[in-house]
């Protein structure tokens, strides 16, 4: 029969017990919400780590090389020199050496701080920017004479200048792991430099770092393909140099930055669909409720079945009718749910923001079109399906017999 | 010429347990367009199931039934809905108005299942409502009107569908008197305009006001003819035998009384 009826109808029948039709409709709500709550996180996260491999450049490709210690150890030259006869695919390389080091000033100590050994290719002089995504502020980065000839110079994060040297470090020396370092050069904010933040780093020169290092067990290459759409190409070109090295793939891994992110992706992804998976039993529970009330509602409601029935509604429009009952029951706790759902987002959102101080452009739990979709067509579908049996019930029901149902 | 209403040999058989009931035991009934019959009888008579089958409420155990010239006998449930919804108008003890629709709607839920346009589901409706004298209500709950106002409602739903066959069920069982009579001065006023109408009492002085009475006793008509006739409304002896199908009617039965 009509639906524009029947949808009216089961509002009002939703309207005249408020209590009960929340408690009904309070399972679907809570999966609804849980849902988009889930996909929210996810969908902020991936958003957040794209931004960060964005900031860090897609044409980036990354080598791990494990060291054996033996005369087969494929060395920094070595790469340098795939750089220069591959130049339309390879456009520069660094090693990207992280290394413990306790740093210090004066009586300062610094143990938070990440030290990085890298090569003057690090940093790309027309955009001013190094690999990860900072931009040089002040003095410069390091050169090909500072790594050629070991020199004991470093360029130093926003956070460590203010820390140790109260805003104004150029020229002067810190000590890694006991060894003197000149200030060269101070990156500009990126992180909230705070202790431990992306803005609480020195970078030195590579060579030097492999002295202070030690033993090491790996080296990192980061190599810049001319283009996003080279990197695929130029890792293959570093895939082949390491393989012609080590006959052997076990010895190095090469990634580009697009599969670093797939790969984190499909992580995030995974976990999301794991957890969504969970949210949902509760939709399934909602929709049992409203199965349950459902029949309920049909047997206090046999006359009026009777009534119609006597009055010429056949099987399906009675069936129809408690079908977008439910739906509609369903429908409207969804609603809620992603309502709900996205306060609940934006709130965990500032939280984060509070806790980690990151401010607005840092993490964003975003509730997807998508996802909103998804979860609100779910509960209309689990009203539906789980409406269907009290349905069929009052569909089936003889007319004689409820016609005289008290 | 064709019959509106024909019964031909109608059986109606119930197991009840061990016991099997004959509801109407062999019944041949003939009604035709325009007339005012009341089908009398006391409990257990078998008029309930009588009017159960008139109504393609219910499907006989044997025989034909014809409600316009169709075979309406042997039709499936949705089928029946059908006929009910196109043929036939009911009128039930207990108004049966469904409480939570407003007057209006009430009255457009016959049309609402005949597919008609909303457009013209109001005017007819109106029109219906008019003619029982509530248009002025239609925009009331069932609950807000009284018992004789409620079954004007119900006459007005009836008249809605434009139905062949209205289908009185003791409607003046749930009324005052002078209500009572209200409403039967209203089913011959709708008759003398050419509707026909059925109506199925247990009440003799509710029955002469039709033009014919059909007596059921045990299943089996025992007078069929003019209302007016003496003959019509001689009680029949009590046999004593009721009909276990007619069990809730006599129930009510027994509560009108007092």
């Known amino acids: 029969m009509n639906f524009g009826q029947s949808f009216r109808l089961a509002v009002k029948s939703l309207m005249t017990s408020k209590m009960r039709s929340l408690l009904t409709m309070l399972g679907i709500i809570i999966g609804v919400a849980a849902v988009i709550i889930i996909t929210s996180l996810g969908n902020g996260?991936?958003?957040?780590?794209?931004?960060?491999?964005?900031?860090?450049?897609?044409?980036?490709?990354?080598?791990?090389?494990?060291?054996?210690?033996?005369?087969?150890?494929?060395?920094?030259?070595?790469?340098?020199?795939?750089?220069?006869?591959?130049?339309?695919?390879?456009?520069?390389?660094?090693?990207y050496n992280s290394i413990q080091g306790t740093v210090r000033q004066g009586s300062d100590e610094f143990k938070r701080t990440s030290v990085y050994g890298v090569g003057e290719t690090f940093y790309n002089v027309n955009k001013n920017t190094i690999m990860t995504g900072s931009s040089l502020g002040k003095g410069r980065f390091l050169s090909y004479v500072d790594v050629e000839r070991e020199m004991a110079v470093c360029v130093i994060g926003s956070y460590l200048e203010q820390e140790a040297f109260g805003g104004d470090a150029l020229g002067k020396t810190l000590t890694v792991s006991g060894a003197p370092f000149t200030v060269v050069g101070v990156l500009d904010q990126s992180g909230d430099s705070s202790e431990g933040s992306s803005d609480d780093c020195i970078y030195i020169p590579y060579t030097q770092a492999n002295r202070l290092g030690g033993s090491q067990w790996y080296v990192l290459y980061m190599f810049t393909s001319t283009d996003r759409s080279t990197a695929a190409a130029a890792k293959g070109i570093v895939e082949n140099r390491l393989f012609k090295a080590y006959h052997d793939t076990d010895y190095y891994v090469v990634l580009?930055?697009?599969?670093?992110?797939?790969?984190?992706?499909?992580?995030?992804?995974?976990?999301?669909?794991?957890?969504?998976l969970i949210a949902a039993i509760s939709l399934l529970v909602g929709g049992i409720g409203i199965m349950n009330i459902m029949l309920v509602s049909v047997t206090e409601r046999t006359r009026e079945i009777g009534i119609r029935k006597s009055l010429g509604a056949k099987g399906r429009d009675i069936r129809s009718q408690f079908i977008i009952e439910a739906g509609t029951t369903s429908a409207i706790g969804g609603g809620i749910g992603i309502v709900l759902g996205i306060i609940m987002a934006n709130a965990i959102t500032n939280v984060i923001a509070l806790v980690l101080g990151t401010g607005n452009d840092g993490f964003v739990a975003m509730p997807t079109l998508q996802g909103i979709a998804v979860a609100f067509g779910v509960s209309v579908a689990i009203g539906i399906l789980f409406g269907y049996l009290p349905a069929n019930k009052a569909a089936k029901l003889n007319p004689i017999d409820a016609l005289r149902y008290d | 010429m064709e019959h509106l209403i024909e019964f031909k040999d109608i059986y109606k058989i119930y197991q009840m347990g061990e016991e099997t009931v004959h509801a109407l035991d062999g019944v041949d009934l003939t009604i035709d367009q325009g007339e005012f019959v009341a089908i009398v009888g006391q409990s257990g008579s078998g008029k309930s199931t009588a009017m159960n089958i008139i109504g393609c409420l219910d499907v006989p155990t044997s025989g034909t039934y014809h409600l316009g010239g169709i075979d309406v006998s042997t039709m499936e449930d949705d089928q029946q809905a059908e006929i009910r919804n196109k043929m036939l108008g009911f009128i039930f003890q207990q108004y049966n108005l469904i409480p939570k629709l407003n007057v209006q709607e009430n009255v457009e839920l016959p049309l609402l299942y005949a597919g008609v346009s909303a457009e013209e589901r109001h005017e007819r409706a109106i029109r219906s409502l008019e003619r029982v004298g509530l248009a002025d209500k239609r925009k009331n709950l069932p609950s807000q009107l009284s018992g004789g106002q409620q079954q004007r409602v119900s006459i007005a739903r009836a008249l809605a569908g434009n139905p062949s066959v209205i289908l009185a069920d003791e409607p003046t069982g749930a009324l005052d008197s002078r209500t009572g009579r209200e409403v039967l001065s209203f089913l011959q006023k709708l008759n003398a305009e050419g509707d026909t109408v059925v109506l199925i009492t247990h009440d003799n002085s509710i029955a002469v006001k039709a033009k014919r009475i059909v007596r059921l006793q045990d299943g089996r008509i025992i007078y069929d003819g003019d209302s007016q006739d003496p003959q019509a409304v001689v009680q029949p002896e009590e046999t004593g035998a009721a009909d276990e199908d007619d069990g809730f009617a006599a129930l009510l039965v027994e509560e009108v009384g007092e």
Request: avoid cysteine.
């Open chain 1, 45 to 95: 996260m991936q958003n957040y780590m794209n931004d960060q491999f964005e900031e860090m450049g897609s044409n980036l490709v990354q080598a791990q090389v494990y060291l054996t210690g033996s005369s087969l150890d494929v060395k920094a030259d070595d790469m340098y020199a795939l750089v220069e006869k591959y130049p339309q695919y390879l456009s520069g390389v660094t090693p």
């Open chain 1, 256 to 276: 580009t930055s697009a599969e670093m992110m797939d790969a984190m992706d499909s992580m995030v992804n995974l976990l999301m669909a794991i957890l969504t």
